[in-house]
């Protein structure tokens, strides 16, 4: 299971270093190695509610990894790079934007969709949160990765303003 995690974070980190922020490419490279993890079964297509009794009465916004990975095909998920500074994934201490915080918010929807509907301690419920801490440690990869890329593009941006006001008052 280990060597599966390397393989699939360093899946990710190739697809970072090229692009710097989240791209829709990145986004789609995320779904695709949450889908091939062994706990993802479940969580491929939506809830079959013929077979959940209840389900769209407690839940009021479904989500899937197929859903997620059409929205990214689509488009729903913009690229926000550093105009999405504003939308902060991460710790307090060492936060920074990852691109579309929509994104995140669907994949970790489909957690706390499962949190709400299921016990704590059934099969299904734990299995969820094995698939979380994966997707977690895949946005932990992309954050330290693209941490040093956003800080540099903002810099940049910051010395372009200073100098244009450097002219503009002269």
Known sequence: VSETKAKKSDSVGKVVSKVG??????????????????CAEHFLYPVDVSLAAGYTDLIKKPMDLSTIANNVKLGVYKDEGEEG???????????????????????????????????????????????????????SVVIQQITPVVKGVSETKAKKSDSVGKVVSK
């Open 21 to 38: 922020v989240i791209s829709k490419k990145l986004m789609l490279q995320v779904v695709t190695d949450m889908k091939a993890h062994e």
């Open 85 to 139: 500074l504003g939308s902060v994934v991460g710790s307090s201490s060492s936060s920074v934007s990852v691109g579309s915080s929509a994104f995140v918010s669907d994949v970790r929807l489909i957690w706390a969709n499962c949190n709400s509907y299921n016990e704590p301690s059934s099969e299904i419920a734990m299995t969820s949160s094995k698939l979380g801490e994966y997707f977690e440690s895949l946005l």
